[in-house]
């Protein structure tokens, strides 16, 4: 039985602790949150008792394992922390807000020998698991064009406006869009460049559109959360191959789809059974969540590090993130 102690009750914290109740031999023992509120609805839910703060829940020596769901700038610290106590970690994203702080991270979760997974979640994601399977297989020849894109309303849900505080969440940019880069860095491997473009104000980086370069392809991506509330959210994702067959897929009004040569083809997407929850967030389907946590579960119960994201990889993704804020900010290319 892996025994979890979970910090932070807002819409992740509430996602993963649905997901955790639904997978079998592991038990929610703990939770915390500055709002009271927030720990005694996890814990209704998960059965978990309410600790009064994060360091009680950390040292408490019955917790295997610590799931973080804080603002970023918090990450850094709690990890530490974790590892200091000999847990292992799974930690929202985006890693930190700088590379050097995710190098600090995965330097102390080393040393005390614990293992650290980074919730880097489409490459969990059944559509974006189909996705890669098709282009690895390179049954339609090379990906030639690819295109993602997140974009959705403000996240007004956030605690204390804190997505709304660059200091804090690195904006659109890093909270959003990183889910993206990552995934593109999952199936291509790092660009050779940047250039980006976006819309900066006093609430950071709102939006943002970025080219990265690689050999003989085009490859793009668009994240913002400045849209209107009734936009709600959408992220898309369309591969034009070298026969000229498209896939593509659309949660806002379209399953994942091959467009062939002859005839169209509906891609038949392997998803867990498990039902969607409310959580305050802007996406309610468990499906991608639970497979991140499984895996996690899954790693930990059979004593494994981390293979399929690597606290390496999600530093790498970050890195990138960054150097398109900064080519955003000079308008000009940026190698990498």
Not at 155 to 181: C, E, K, M, Q, T
Not at 232 to 252: A, P
Not at 303 to 314: F, L, N, Q
Request: aromatic share 10%.
């Amino acid at each position: 039985m892996i025994k979890i102690g979970i910090i932070g009750g807002g819409s992740m914290g509430k996602m993963h602790a649905n997901c955790y109740r639904t997978l079998q031999n592991v038990k929610v023992i703990g939770v915390s949150d500055i709002r009271q509120d927030k720990a005694k609805e996890l814990a209704n839910l998960t059965g978990a008792r309410v600790f009064s703060n994060a360091d009680e829940l950390i040292n408490n020596k019955e917790i295997d394992a610590i799931s973080i769901f804080l603002p970023t700038h918090l990450h850094k610290e709690l990890v530490i922390r974790s590892a200091q106590a000999k847990k292992h970690i799974f930690c929202e994203k985006p890693f930190a807000l700088t590379v050097k702080d995710a190098e600090e991270m995965i330097k102390e979760t080393k040393k005390a020998k614990v293992k650290l997974m980074i919730g880097m979640v489409l490459r969990f994601w059944p559509e974006y698991i189909e996705f890669k399977r098709i282009v690895d297989s390179k049954k339609f020849g090379k990906l030639k064009v690819l295109k993602c894109t997140r974009i959705s309303a403000p996240p007004i849900y956030g605690w204390d406006n804190w997505y709304f505080d660059p200091n804090r969440s690195g904006s659109a940019a890093l909270d959003l869009h990183i889910h993206d880069v990552d995934y593109i860095y999952y199936l291509l491997g790092k660009p050779k460049s940047v250039y980006s473009l976006g819309k900066n104000d006093k609430k950071g980086w709102q939006h943002i559109c970025s080219t990265y370069r690689y050999r003989d392809m085009i490859v793009n991506a668009e994240g913002g959360w400045d849209l209107s509330k009734s936009y709600g959210f959408m992220q898309e994702i369309r591969g034009v191959f070298e026969d000229g067959t498209v896939l593509e897929y659309n949660s806002k009004n379209q399953p994942l789809i091959i467009y062939g040569k002859e005839e169209d083809k509906l891609v038949d997407v392997p998803r867990p059974k498990v039902d969607s929850v409310n959580t305050g967030g802007n996406i309610s389907e468990l499906g991608g969540y639970y497979n991140e946590d499984k895996y996690w579960i899954e790693c930990l119960q059979n004593d494994k590090y981390p293979e399929r994201v690597t606290p390496e990889e999600a530093k790498a993704s970050l890195e990138i993130v960054l150097k398109e804020i900064e080519s955003a900010r000079i308008e000009k290319e940026i190698l990498l």
